[in-house]
């Protein structure tokens, strides 16, 4: 009988874990330095998250000095901004990542 009782709860445990939904992870950054070292890290912390978590959502808020970053002619992390907006626009359009749209 012990036996049994002792199968069944493990049983149980097992089934709760593989019946149990996936939690949100969701992530918010507020930015509002100027500092471009903090830009680089902001990013390479987004494209961890994004590859550890490719459901992950992610906001970036920005304050003050630190819309230098999103400013063309000012920001040191335009590229990667770009490759980032890319990347999020593939996924909406269900395209492979990299994959250029063109419109005639």
């Known amino acids: ?6 199968i069944a709860a493990i049983c149980l445990c097992f089934s709760s874990t593989l ?6 992870y969701n992530v918010v950054f507020d930015i509002t330095t100027a500092d471009t070292a903090v830009h680089q890290r902001v990013i ?4 961890m998250i994004i590859s ?7 906001e970036v808020v920005f304050y003050g000095k630190s819309l230098d970053m999103v ?7 335009t590229n990667d901004l770009r490759k980032l907006a890319a990347e999020k626009k593939s996924k909406l359009c269900g395209l492979p990542a990299g994959h250029e749209s063109t419109q005639h």
């Not at 009988?1 to 002792?6: D, Q, Y």
């Not at 390479?44 to 494209?47: A, K, L, S, T, V």
């Not at 550890?52 to 992610?58: E, H, L």
């Not at 400013?71 to 992390?77: A, G, L, N």
């Open 1 to 6: 009988m012990k036996r049994i009782i002792l």
């Open 19 to 24: 019946l149990s939904q996936s939690k949100p």
């Open 44 to 47: 390479r912390w987004i494209n």
């Open 52 to 58: 550890s978590n490719p459901d992950a959502k992610i």
């Open 71 to 77: 400013v063309q002619e000012k920001s040191s992390v």
